[in-house]
Each structure stands twice: as structure tokens, then as C-alpha cells.
């Protein structure tokens, strides 16, 4: 969790991303769906694979190759 955060300060960042907040609950111990963060197509696939369909699929700022 710490380390998630102290990343997003030596980047400047003043909010987490949906993505990072995630992290950082689920670290807490607090449920949440199953989810990944994916760059390409093929990696989507493959992460939904993982996860068992039906998925969601959303963009995260600043993740795009």
C-alpha cells in the first residue's frame, strides 16, 4: 500500500487512479472485484481469461503505451 502511494508522490500525482485506490483497498483487506489492468488487446484477452467472463473493460488515464 505504502509503495503505491510514495509512487504517486515521486510522480507528482495529487489523486490516485481508480486502478492504484484499488490496490490500496484491497491491501487493507476490504473485497473487491476481481480486476487487471491490461495495455494490449492480447493482454485483455488474456486477464478476462483469467478473470471469467462476462468482464468490464474501462481505460485508465495515463496507461496507454
Known amino acids: 500500500m505504502l509503495k503505491i502511494i510514495q509512487q ?3 510522480k507528482g500525482q495529487k489523486t ?3 486502478y492504484e485506490s ?3 483497498i484491497e ?3 476490504v473485497f ?3 480486476a487487471a489492468l491490461a495495455k494490449t488487446k492480447d493482454e ?3 486477464e478476462a481469461e483469467k478473470i ?3 468482464v468490464v473493460m474501462k481505460a485508465v488515464p495515463g496507461t496507454r503505451p
Open 8 to 10: 504517486a508522490i515521486a
Open 16 to 18: 490516485l487512479s481508480e
Open 22 to 24: 484499488r490496490l490500496v
Open 27 to 29: 491491501s487493507a483487506g
Open 32 to 34: 473487491v472485484a476481481a
Open 44 to 46: 485483455a484477452i488474456e
Open 52 to 54: 471469467g467472463y462476462p
